[in-house]
């Protein structure tokens, strides 16, 4: 027992290092937290006890479903406003872009259609906690980061509903009419916002009744297991659920004024050993296995989200100066990746190995260099923007 608060006490101070490194050499501290657990995990000197690994599952989704809250609390009526086209036209673009162009570009080189559409379905997926965080590290405001929060907010619904209908059609393909994928997945969205709504409704009207002015410290945490626990029970995306529940709290709670702030407050030392036992769980042998079929769908996912980002930027009527650096600001990729490719693994077993490697290697790469480019991106438009005001 004495080695588990060992461990954490250690990884929780590694987080200062991590936030001050980070400061100084513009690094994302994501990345350097995962590389601290790449050191320490598996693929390095071995030195997390199992008693501690299996607190991941657990960290993940507290993590996880605290990001989502934030997240949706970006979705207010004010940002929807400003933003809410832009948004909305980027996210599915986006998505759009990635399956269509990853899995074409994966059947010209060769690889099954099936397999090539469902590894297409996949590269559609993000990780909100890796790009948020970067763009909170990069101090980056304005309407470039409150458009980049509202699109991770939603684009993993987009990316769960179109996965569903692509093992559908990967189905009918193999000659199988089995529309149950289609509905478990429609299940996972559309319930997910059924209980936001039984959830969020009542935490809108009661949150900041007791102390008047801020949410107390135990309801916030009450809420945010709550959520995820009750997502779990009826296997719906406590992603989706967290985000909308905070988005109804952020649009009708009237009886304080910095709605999150208590879950802003206490969720990073979560994030830490989030990000760096994620980092540990990694097998960097995955990264060998890619081969130049890994190569090509690494190339094709960041030349399919840079494109998708720019049509749909266009489309939603973003500045034009902004419009090139969508698609690689959102380039972090993780957990909800590696789930799809397990359900995908399951319903084809026979080219398992091909999607998981695939996934988990280019997974590791994303989630290492995604933050990279999500600080690059946001900062480079914030100088084009400070450089257009002032001329």
């Not at 690094?27 to 601290?36: D, G, K």
């Not at 102390?211 to 989706?240: K, N, Q």
């Not at 890994?294 to 399919?304: D, E, F, Q």
Request: aromatic letters at 10%; glycine letters at 12%; one cysteine or more.
């Amino acid at each position: 027992m004495h080695g588990v608060f060992i461990i954490i006490g250690l990884f929780l101070l590694a987080g200062l290092v991590a936030d001050v490194v980070g400061r100084r050499t513009r690094l994302p501290r994501v990345t350097l937290l995962m590389l601290c657990g790449v050191i320490v995990g598996r693929s390095g000197f071995g030195l997390i006890p199992p008693e501690v690994e299996a607190w991941f599952e657990f960290l993940t989704i507290a993590a996880l479903t605290m990001v989502s809250f934030l997240l949706g609390g970006s979705l207010t009526r004010a940002n929807l406003t400003a933003h809410g086209r832009t948004i909305m036209w980027i996210s599915v673009a986006i998505v759009v872009a990635t399956i269509v162009l990853v899995a074409f570009g994966l059947w010209l080189i060769g690889i099954d259609a099936a397999v090539a559409l469902v590894l297409g379905a996949v590269a559609a997926a993000t990780d909100p906690a890796a790009t948020s965080d970067a763009l909170k590290q990069a101090r980056i405001e304005g309407d470039f980061a409150d458009s980049l929060r509202g699109i991770v907010a939603i684009d993993d619904a987009w990316g769960l509903m179109a996965f569903s209908i692509v093992l559908v059609i990967v189905n009918v393909m193999g000659g199988s009419a089995d529309f149950s994928a289609l509905g478990e997945g429609l299940w996972e969205i559309f319930g997910a916002f059924g209980l936001a709504a039984v959830l969020g409704f009542p935490a809108a009207f009661l949150t900041g009744r007791i102390r008047h002015g801020d949410p107390m410290e135990a309801e916030a945490i009450g809420l945010v297991f709550l959520t995820a626990g009750l997502a779990l029970w009826l296997d719906v995306s406590y992603l989706i659920v967290g985000m909308a529940v905070g988005a109804i709290i952020a649009n009708f709670a009237r009886h304080h004024k910095r709605t999150f702030f208590e879950i802003d407050r206490f969720q990073w030392p979560f994030m830490i050993l989030f990000f760096i036992l994620a980092g540990a769980s990694f097998e960097v042998q995955a990264l060998v296995l890619l081969g130049w079929v890994g190569v090509a769908y690494l190339v094709l996912r960041v030349v399919a989200r840079v494109i998708g980002g720019q049509v749909g930027a266009m489309l939603g009527g973003a500045p034009k100066l902004q419009r090139p650096w969508f698609g690689l600001a959102l380039l972090p990729q993780a957990g909800v990746a590696i789930g799809m490719a397990l359900v995908a693994a399951e319903e084809m077993p026979e080219h398992a190995a091909t999607i998981l490697s695939l996934t988990i290697g280019s997974t590791i790469v994303f989630e290492l260099l995604g933050p990279v480019a999500t600080i690059f991106a946001a900062k480079r438009v914030a100088r084009l923007e400070s450089a257009g005001l002032s001329s």
